[in-house]
């Protein structure tokens, strides 16, 4: 058997080994180059992940507390309502104190809050306090994370800027003398200014890298500092801190790209003048590895994360509370009496004074104005102060009223769209009125606090001349945001 010639590489052979060749040096030599970077990238975006995760846990913390029915089991003098901030945030009251997580109160035990004058280790004020001129309220400071029950600094001033700050508006702390309704009916309105109006204050407003506004309606703003980034940011004691040690600024210059809006934007400032807009930016970061934006003036020294709680979800998470103080309410007047009680009157315009025989209006509130005295709900004092019997529309079947033949509430007669089952009652979430088109089934802007005319607080014609009413869950839209709850 004849030996086989050994085979010399040819030039296609040579030509790929030599190619294979240069891809492994080029490997070799890209890890070795890009690794220190690809290290830095994961590590910068794993912090900011942190950090991130830092604000969702205190915005969650925020959202839970303002949700909890047991929140204001503890009478105050005078009462807190539903909504009114309880946990003010953590300042330096005393001079040299520095932060504790703590939530600060006034001399007098008060949930307090700062001024625009405010300098470190001056006492808060009671906004609750008549006395007090509510337009100077500046309610912010260090988010008080051990009153939340949440992880803590590592280092007691804070180095690292691992606790966010917390801004609130000042709606979310006046006083029933000075807003009567703190509930989801003022959504409605504009600032106008100036106690006893529907929004005596501005809410925040934030706004996104180059000055576009994002939401012009916040009631709380968190901002992560993150470590120091220009020298004037000490955080050591015995120095009071003020926020322009962990917070900064940045100026928005002109000629930047379209949309964009010209100025300088500072986290630290809380001087703005009374009735002017409190403007925070989200921005990047001046440490991060991408270069500066070039419309951004220089020195450009921020590294703030933030997030932010608009009116809107604080007030849906304030609604759940309220409804279901509602639905505890109506069920204890069904357990003692066997019915449930007339509605307010529905003959325009609406009123929470009910006579008998009103089955579809607002909340009965007055006390023995719906048929003697058992016909009167027994409301928590912080639901009722917050005007929350001014917000949520009430129907009831007149098989369950004091007024029906026994034995009640046996046929219930009220439907919510095609579903077979009926209910005794309907208990409505009208939303935010509608104020731009198109509009809900009046035609025009909704004015609940206004007119009290019921097409101002519910959106559909099913709704308004019902039953049946529009069925449960059905969608919102831009101009529909009823909700309906029906009660066995």
């Known amino acids: 058997m004849r030996d086989r010639a050994a085979r010399t590489p040819g ?6 080994a030599a190619a294979l060749l240069l891809i492994l040096t080029m490997i070799v030599i890209l890890t070795i180059v890009l690794a220190p970077r690809l290290t830095l990238w994961q590590v910068h975006n794993a912090a900011g992940g942190r950090g991130y995760q830092t604000l969702i846990d205190a915005k969650s913390a925020i959202l ?6 047991g929140a204001d089991a503890i009478p105050t003098i005078p009462p807190r309502r539903l909504g009114q901030i309880s946990l003010t945030p953590d300042l330096p009251v005393l001079a040299g104190s520095g932060y504790d997580g ?29 006395a007090v001129v509510p337009l100077d309220v500046r309610c912010f400071g260090r988010f008080p994370w051990l009153s939340f029950g949440l992880p803590g600094p590592s280092t007691p001033d804070d180095q690292l800027g691992e606790v966010p700050w917390i801004f609130m508006s000042a709606n979310l702390v006046a ?26 204050f501005p809410w925040l407003r934030v706004v996104d890298a180059r000055g576009n506004l994002l ?24 120095i009071d801190h003020a926020p322009a040690a962990y917070l900064e600024g940045l100026t928005v210059a002109a000629g930047c790209p379209a949309p964009c809006v010209p100025g300088t934007y500072n986290n630290a400032a809380y001087t703005v003048a009374s009735g002017l807009n409190w403007t925070f930016i989200d921005a990047p970061s001046s440490t991060s590895l991408s270069p ?31 409804r279901l103080a509602v639905l505890a309410a109506l069920n204890a007047f069904r357990a003692v009496n066997g019915y449930l009680p007339y509605s307010g009157d529905s003959t325009p315009p609406l009123a929470s004074s009910c006579s008998q025989n009103s089955h579809f209006g607002l909340l009965p509130q007055a006390a023995g104005s719906c048929g003697g005295a058992l016909n009167t709900l027994n409301y928590l004092p912080w639901l009722s102060l917050a005007g929350w019997g001014n917000y949520f529309i009430y129907a009831v079947d007149p098989g369950c009223t004091q007024g029906a033949t026994a034995p009640r509430c046996l046929t219930p007669g009220l439907r919510l769209g095609g579903a077979a089952q009926r209910y005794n009652a309907v208990l409505f979430s009208p939303g935010r009125a509608i104020q731009s088109v198109p509009y809900a089934s009046k035609g025009a802007p909704q004015t609940p606090l206004v007119s009290h005319l019921l097409n101002d607080f519910l959106d559909s014609a099913g709704n308004l001349t019902g039953p049946p009413f529009d069925a449960a869950g059905t969608p919102l839209t831009a101009n529909y945001d009823d909700r309906m709850y029906g009660i066995p």
């Open 11 to 16: 030039r296609h052979a040579q030509r790929g």
């Open 292 to 322: 500066a934006p070039a419309y951004y003036a220089t020195p450009f020294q921020f590294n703030d994360h933030l997030i932010y709680i608009t009116a809107s979800e604080y007030f849906e998470a304030m609604e759940q509370r309220a």
């Open 102 to 130: 703590l939530s600060k109160t006034t001399p007098a035990g008060k949930p307090g809050c700062a001024t625009r004058t405010w300098a470190p280790g001056q006492a808060l004020i009671d906004p609750n306090n008549p």
């Open 175 to 200: 006083g029933s003398a000075c807003l009567a309704n703190l509930n989801p009916l003022m959504l409605s309105s504009a600032y106008t200014g100036g106690c006893t109006t529907t929004v005596p």
């Open 215 to 238: 939401s012009s309606e916040v009631a709380i703003v968190l901002i992560l500092p993150g470590p120091p980034v220009q020298n004037g940011q000490t955080r050591s004691a015995p």
């Open 64 to 69: 839970a507390h303002a949700a909890n029915p």
